[in-house]
């Protein structure tokens, strides 16, 4: 059974950075797409970044100051964020999605699976 732990959250000042963290286990890292959403409080939870098959898809939103990565080696997904906003703030969540789709910007297939989240705030 696929599980997705999150770490890296907290408070950041305007303009600063934080790197998150997801430890992947229970399935085949390396064959899934691994994306990151994020829900703030009264709106849908949306896709930020997604990589698949060395393909990278962005949400247009944060284009140029969010960079996702993968440690296959590590069974670890990263998301590097600068230039943090305000209305970046939000609870951020790790998918695992078998379907490569959702790197293409094509949607989730449904049988993909969630962290817990992990909260980020942006705020002087």
């Known amino acids: 059974q696929a599980q997705l732990v999150e770490s890296g959250g907290g408070l950041v000042q305007p303009g600063g950075s934080l790197r998150l963290s997801c430890s992947a286990s229970?399935?085949?890292?390396?064959?899934?797409?691994m994306s990151w959403y994020r829900q703030a409080p009264g709106k849908e939870r949306e896709l930020v970044a997604s990589?698949?098959?060395?393909?990278?898809y962005y949400a247009d939103f944060v284009q140029g100051r969010f960079t996702i990565s993968r440690d296959v080696a590590k069974n670890t997904v990263y998301l590097q964020m600068s230039a943090l906003k305000p209305e970046d703030t939000a609870m951020y969540y790790c998918?695992?999605?078998?379907?490569?789709?959702?790197?293409?910007?094509?949607?989730?297939?449904?049988?993909?699976?969630w962290g817990q989240g992990t909260q980020v705030t942006v705020s002087a």
């Open positions: 998918n695992a999605d078998p379907y490569p789709g959702v790197a293409y910007g094509l949607g989730r297939s449904g049988s993909d699976a």
């Open positions: 229970g399935f085949d890292f390396s064959r899934y797409a």
């Open positions: 990589t698949a098959n060395s393909n990278t």
